[in-house]
């Protein structure tokens, strides 16, 4: 099995001649912003187009999508399905977070089953739900381990939502590039990695993610494309940066093309909607290239 999936990198990295005009834009639309800017689109599956790969970008929340496949993984070789439940203690529940869960039960000591952690997590980017999922099924180094076996290598994950809020840092050390969370998503889209209905679950469930309107899916409001994404965002630096300001996704279009795109933002002194603009425009000019191509 691993080999199979190996088999889906054998994609060129280097733009093919009629995606130069494509990474001619990206490269107009990211110059002179104050930020480290990282972009990958994969078109159809294939044709790749990547700037400024080779940097280590804080995923921030994006990797509470990674942690859903793993969440599956994990309750397959179980034998769990995703409405078995977890038992919530107020321990549970940080205070000091970014939390819809805790607002909602402030008491804890309840249950509530795998998927609507999952929901938690990847709708509304819930930091207590995913350590929850950590401490539940598998934990960071496992859920690190889980996605190399898929034959992903350029990122890592070694710290849970808790242990970054204590230390601004720590951040760092969950960390991707652009082109290998593209991959990944890739994986998603077109691999059998778990049973179909966990696979659809994690989909759809991005398909219906309530946070960061105004990034990838901004430009895409009001058109017939659907878009799933889940982003990242994380607070200033001690210099005043914004450590991360993220989003990935996958795009399909009405006439049948789809998508992959990642946009990963670090260390940005711009504001905050500069940053997620810089993403919205990105996504508008991916768009339009790849709809007028059809």
């Not at 110059?31 to 790969?53: E, F, P, W, Y």
């Not at 998503?185 to 309107?213: A, H, N, R, V």
């Not at 005043?240 to 260390?267: C, E, M, S």
Request: aromatic letters at 8%.
């Amino acid at each position: 099995m691993t080999f199979l999936i190996l088999s889906l990198f054998i994609v060129p990295v280097t733009i093919k001649a009629a995606h130069k005009e494509l990474e001619k834009q990206l490269r107009e639309a990211i110059a002179n912003k104050k930020a480290q800017i990282g972009i990958a689109v994969i078109i159809d599956g294939k044709d790749t187009v990547s700037l400024n790969n080779e940097h280590r970008y804080p995923m921030m929340s994006v990797f509470k999508m990674h942690q859903a496949l793993a969440v599956a993984d994990y309750c397959q070789k179980k034998g769990l399905s995703f409405e078995t439940p977890v038992y919530i203690r107020k321990a549970d529940l940080k205070p000091n977070t970014y939390s819809p869960l805790r607002d909602k039960y402030p008491e804890g000591n309840i249950s509530l089953p795998i998927k609507e952690l999952l929901e938690y997590t990847l709708h509304l980017s819930d930091n207590n739900a995913c350590d929850i999922l950590f401490n539940q099924t598998y934990d960071t180094k496992s859920t690190d381990k889980y996605i190399r076996n898929l034959g992903l290598q350029h990122f890592s994950i070694e710290a849970t939502e808790d242990e970054m809020h204590r230390n601004e840092n720590t951040c760092y050390r969950n960390w991707s590039t652009p082109l290998e969370t593209a991959r990944l998503i890739e994986l998603l889209l077109t691999k059998k990695l778990f049973k179909d209905e966990y696979q659809e679950f994690i989909k759809q469930t991005m398909i219906s993610c309530q946070t960061g309107k105004n990034r990838l899916p901004l430009p895409l409001a009001g058109t017939k494309a659907i878009i799933g994404h889940k982003t990242g965002t994380g607070d200033r630096n001690s210099k005043g940066q914004l450590i991360g300001t993220n989003d990935a996704g996958f795009v399909y279009l009405p006439g049948g093309k789809r998508y992959t795109i990642v946009v990963f933002i670090n260390d940005s002194e711009e504001s905050e909607e500069a940053t997620s603009q810089i993403i919205a425009d990105i996504s508008h000019i991916v768009y339009q290239y790849i709809e007028l191509a059809e």
